[in-house]
């Protein structure tokens, strides 16, 4: 399988591609093929992992709403068969769901898969996978890739010798009665949270609570978690799966998604609004008053509910959140606040990092809304988020507030903008060989990037610019922070993308100007740089 490039579908800890054709210019690379390859190397990497032979695991596998994650779902299932494995494809889930498969008793499973490309357009599919110690790390997937790429690897995992788990095995179920539905047990475990926290078998009576699932996996948190116990879901929307993602993006990062949750909690005069990502591992909310809380909102939000229950505690963050935010987790809620880096697992891995070395930190959680709690196996799990929000909420609505007044003291930015200057090392290399007289002269991305950032930083240090004086902040682990005092206040990061050719910028500021000022100086500061693009700003 040398031709076969699996190392393209790597994406951090996740695997991703396009399983559909239909969109121009993009071919389909997560194929049949592919699949059953890193199925069979996952199988292996598990099996390594627990000291088990395949035909001794049992493997859960599921799927949210994408047009292609059925047959997806069906062909991770049918590679694994040959080998004996207990396989149960759970149908339609959420991603923290088939991890808690390997906690609950009912399922015990050694691994689980999930069929799915969080937010990402209707033609894209991936797999998330999980052991019993959590989510598989980036070092992790790139061991599954070797393995899936190498035949004489596939071959040496004994088949089963009695033809168990024949490829055409019916799949489990109510009929098959090997295991029961994932999501009702997941649901009443989620339930059973929120009666044994505010103490009532109806908590939630004379509550109303819209949940947007964006066509995604997450109604069942409407229909199943919260209508049992007792509220108004009437104003709940888009509910039903649909990967064609008909009514907006099923991500709480997304302005028109926010726009349609917000829009409804005022329109329908709701007590809370929950949304939630198309996997259900991220979420944000909405309050009685139709504000957004998300990003640093959100971030505040999970802080505050447990700074009662571990005061002084680490909350590891991504690298983007304010200078408000860090105020409020540090001078407001008497916690600890580490600034670390984009990306999930970064955050979650950083946090048992600190645990493991005898520092507490009980959440990680970043900006995007994965947030992941030290009592909760530290799973990014947004419906685990929304379940505590549910209880704060519900015994404010008993006194007579709104779960608005959980971070009323948290101040926020006059002004936030996100700028992403693309890369091209076309455009590099051209200039690169003008100006060396060399036609095979070139640039590869992380140089451009590295250039740039450097040129900040030679820029920024200590540095004045027009009425505005500029001072690289430490500790940063992400690219270059700078804070900015003078004519305005506050701060930017600009940063190299995880996955993709572009520096995202991020910009805020304490008043009205400070931004479009940062943007022009930085503009003349990056012009200088082949192959950055510095129209966006």
């Known amino acids: 399988m040398s031709n076969y490039d699996f190392r393209s579908l790597q994406n951090g800890s996740d695997i991703r591609g396009v399983a559909l054709e239909g969109v121009a210019g993009e071919p ?30 049992t493997v859960t596998v599921g799927r949210d709403s994408r047009l ?23 149908g339609m889930a959420s991603t923290p769901a088939m991890f808690m498969s390997t906690v609950f008793p009912e399922f015990s499973a050694d691994g689980a898969v999930m069929v799915t490309a969080s937010h990402l357009p209707w033609n894209r599919n991936g797999l998330k996978f999980f052991s ?65 926290e505010t103490g009532a078998d109806q908590p939630l009576c004379g509550m109303k609570i819209a949940v947007d699932a964006g066509n995604g996996a997450g109604g069942f ?8 116990l007792g509220a108004d879901i009437s104003a709940s929307q888009f509910l039903e799966p649909d990967g064609h993602f008909p009514n907006h993006q099923p991500n709480p990062e997304n302005k028109e998604a926010m726009k349609a949750i917000t829009d409804t909690v005022l329109r329908e005069h709701c007590d809370l609004g929950l949304i939630f990502d198309t996997d259900v591992d991220r979420s944000s909310a909405v309050d009685e008053n139709g504000r957004e809380i998300s990003r640093n909102g959100i ?51 950083k946090s048992i990092e600190l645990n493991a070395a005898g520092t507490d930190s009980q959440l990680a959680i970043e900006t995007s809304g994965h947030a992941a709690y030290g009592d909760n196996y530290f799973l990014d799990d947004g419906a685990f988020l929304a379940t505590r929000i549910v209880v704060r909420a519900a015994r404010l609505f008993a006194e007579g507030k709104g779960i608005s007044t959980v971070i009323a003291d948290l101040a926020e930015p006059a002004e936030s903008v996100e700028v992403r200057l693309p890369i091209s090392t076309a455009a590099a290399g051209s200039a690169a060989s003008d100006s ?21 930083r030679a820029w920024s240090d200590g540095c004045s610019h027009g009425d505005m ?3 690289i902040v430490t500790p940063n682990y992400e690219g270059v922070r700078v804070s ?38 930085l503009a003349e500061c990056l012009s200088a740089i082949p192959g950055v693009d510095v129209s966006p700003l």
């Open 28 to 57: 389909v690379n997560l194929d049949d093929t592919a699949v059953s390859r890193l199925a069979r190397g996952f199988l292996f990497w598990l099996s390594r992992k627990t000291d088990k032979k395949p035909a001794e695991l």
């Open 469 to 471: 004086n500029f001072a």
């Open 132 to 196: 019993a110690e959590g989510g598989l790390n980036k070092g992790d997937i790139t061991d599954i890739i070797i393995f899936a790429e190498s035949d004489q690897i596939l071959n040496s995992m004994p088949k089963a010798a009695d033809g168990a788990g024949a490829p055409d095995a019916p799949k489990y179920g109510v009929a098959a009665g090997d295991a029961p539905d994932l999501m009702d047990v997941y649901s009443a475990h989620l339930r059973s949270i929120i009666t044994s």
């Open 299 to 349: 971030v505040a939000m999970a802080a505050a509910l447990i700074a009662d229950k571990y005061p002084g505690t680490t909350v590891v963050t991504d690298s983007v959140t304010s200078d408000e935010l860090h105020t409020y987790l540090e001078g407001t809620l008497g916690l600890k606040h580490l600034r670390f880096k984009r990306g999930y697992r970064n955050v979650i891995n």
């Open 68 to 90: 292609s994650g059925e047959h997806l779902c069906q062909v991770f299932v049918n590679a694994l068969a040959p080998y004996g494995a207990r396989v149960l494809d759970c």
């Open 484 to 521: 900015f005092t003078g004519a305005h206040r506050g701060w930017f990061l600009i940063r190299r993308s995880l996955h993709d050719p572009i520096l995202p910028l991020n910009i805020e500021s304490e008043d009205q100007g400070g931004t479009d000022a940062v943007r022009a100086l």
């Open 221 to 228: 948190y409407a229909t199943r978690v919260l209508e049992p």
């Open 436 to 456: 060396a007289h060399d036609e095979n002269a070139a640039l590869d991305f992380g140089t451009i990037a590295e250039s740039a950032l450097e040129a900040v």
